[in-house]
T-cell receptor, first 114, second 113 residues
Framework: DADVTQTPRNRITKTGKRIMLECSQT?????MYWYRQDPGLGLRLIYY???????NKGEISDGYSVSRQAQAKFSLSLESAIPNQTALYFC?????????????FGPGTRLTVT | AQSVTQLDSQVPVFEEAPVELRCNYS??????LFWYVQYPNQGLQLLLK??????LVKGINGFEAEFNKSQTSFHLRKPSVHISDTAEYFC???????????FGKGTKLTVNP
């Protein structure tokens, strides 16, 4: 079973709709991240959480919100989706032990806003 | 703020040829540097990382990278590529030594037979 799972894997929604992307992990990591990937732009950090009570904005948080329901779950919401939020979204996790432990990425959610 | 520049958006090579994917970063302080690989329709996987110590870092799948502080570069190399190395490669730098990563825009490596 995958260590980092994302649901749904693909979603098409209309402008103005609210949508939630979910991320779950079985790695026991305390740190979780949401990124979006756009062609030619690489990955950009939306939000990150270093533990359940710690939520921080990333580079491009406008139009998004997050919820860390438990150590293992980190959800990303688009309150009112717009077409330029069409992208591939990745969740990632890392632990806080050692020197800069690597990030483990989920398989991604492809979101299309029409 | 940290930034990462990947100088080539696409690199086509023939199988068994050597390849170098270039990455430059901006920083006035010590940095941690990473290369991630994304195979088609998959998430990212860590290839290698530089935290400190030896400037030549070896990673998985025969890749290596060299940290050059004077040139602020962290180029990725492989002496002989395979078809299976076809993927997109991302260079990343930690922001202020924190756990946040800043990614480059990616380099698509295509290995042709």
């Amino acid at each position: 079973d995958a260590d980092v799972t994302q649901t749904p894997r693909n979603r098409i929604t209309k402008t103005g709709k609210r949508i939630m992307l979910e991320c779950s992990q079985t790695k026991g990591h305390d740190r979780m991240y949401w990124y979006r990937q756009d062609p030619g732009l690489g990955l950009r950090l939306i939000y990150y959480s270093f533990d359940v009570k710690d939520i921080n904005k990333g580079e491009i948080s406008d139009g998004y919100s997050v919820s860390r329901q438990a150590q293992a779950k980190f959800s990303l919401s688009l309150e009112s989706a717009i077409p330029n939020q069409t992208a591939l979204y990745f969740c990632a996790t890392s632990d806080s032990t050692g020197v800069f432990s690597k990030q483990y990425f989920g398989p991604g959610t492809r979101l299309t806003v029409t | 703020a940290q930034s990462v520049t990947q100088l080539d958006s696409q690199v086509p090579v023939f199988e068994e040829a050597p390849v170098e994917l270039r990455c430059n970063y901006s920083s006035s302080v010590s940095v941690y540097l990473f290369w991630y690989v994304q195979y088609p329709n998959q998430g990212l996987q860590l290839l290698l990382k530089y935290l400190s110590g030896s400037t030549l870092v070896k990673g998985i799948n025969g890749f290596e990278a060299e940290f050059n502080k004077s040139q602020t570069s962290f180029h990725l190399r492989k002496p002989s590529v395979h078809i299976s190395d076809t993927a997109e490669y991302f260079c990343a730098v930690s922001q202020g030594g924190s756990e946040k990563l800043v990614f480059g825009k990616g380099t698509k490596l295509t290995v042709n037979p």
